[in-house]
């Protein structure tokens, strides 16, 4: 055969091409292991972040591991709120049970604020343990923006009612705009505003323009992301979700039940207030 024949390089060509895909696919199936490590480490790093248990987005392996030994990892049923001992939180993994149907169910219309359509029966609870008690809850959060899924944590104090931090690890805000809610500063004025009303209905609230001293119910509310009303209302309708009924809200009413008497929720406070004035 000639070697200018157009059967000689087809037959090259297309040996190249079974060498090469067999390569990609073995290099794929080697480094999957090292990948899975990675993606667990960089959502351990962003779960300590919104925590403050780490303050260092370049925190080495090391730090991170060493943090995260005061977090204690369980899964439990949305429905519920109890934990669920058959499912390792280790090897459960929330996303791909999502688009399980035997492991998520079909959002109704009328309670979908984040606008996810579907998510998983079950989801994992992170608890921060310190002197043998719970200092924090961090919950795994997310809900459509403007041009993306934005994926995150919130973490609550142990009154199941008030925020301690807020972080996002991924989402595809426009950078500028939407892309803000990766703004440290921003991030912190979530600090302590509270979630639910007395009634226990989330309230908590991304606003247009910013929150001042002489904003009405001012503990509810987050200054809004200049020239990013959709992600803004995004963000709140993603709270409004995730602590609603349909999501985290019955796992949390029962943590309030627990709640030490040390512990306020926003109808205790309501009732402190009273008694000053």
Known sequence: MSN?????????????????????????VALRPLQEQNRKLDIRKNLLLASGLIENSNASKEDIDKAF?????????????????DISPEEFN?????????????????????????????????????????????????????WSTMYGFVAISPDASTVKGLGFYQHGETPGLGGEIENKRWQKIWEGKKIYSENFEPQIEVVKGAVNSNTPNKEYKVDGLSGATITSNGVTGMMHYWF???????????????ATPGDTVPGDQLEEEKETL
């Open 4 to 28: 200018d024949s157009v059967g000689k390089t087809l037959f090259v060509a297309l040996t190249i091409c079974a060498v090469c895909s067999v390569l990609v696919s073995g290099a794929a």
């Open 69 to 85: 030994e005061q977090v204690e990892s369980m899964v439990v049923d949305l429905s519920t709120g109890e934990v669920v001992k």
């Open 94 to 146: 929330q996303k791909k049970a999502s688009t399980d149907p035997k492991m998520s169910k079909t959002i109704a219309s009328s309670k979908d604020k984040a606008g996810i359509k579907r998510r998983a029966k079950y989801a994992k609870v992170y608890e921060v343990i310190k002197n043998g008690e719970v200092s924090m809850i961090v919950l795994p959060v997310h809900g459509k923006g403007l």
């Open 244 to 258: 609603g009924d349909d999501g985290f809200g019955t796992y949390l009413a029962q943590k309030r039940e627990k």
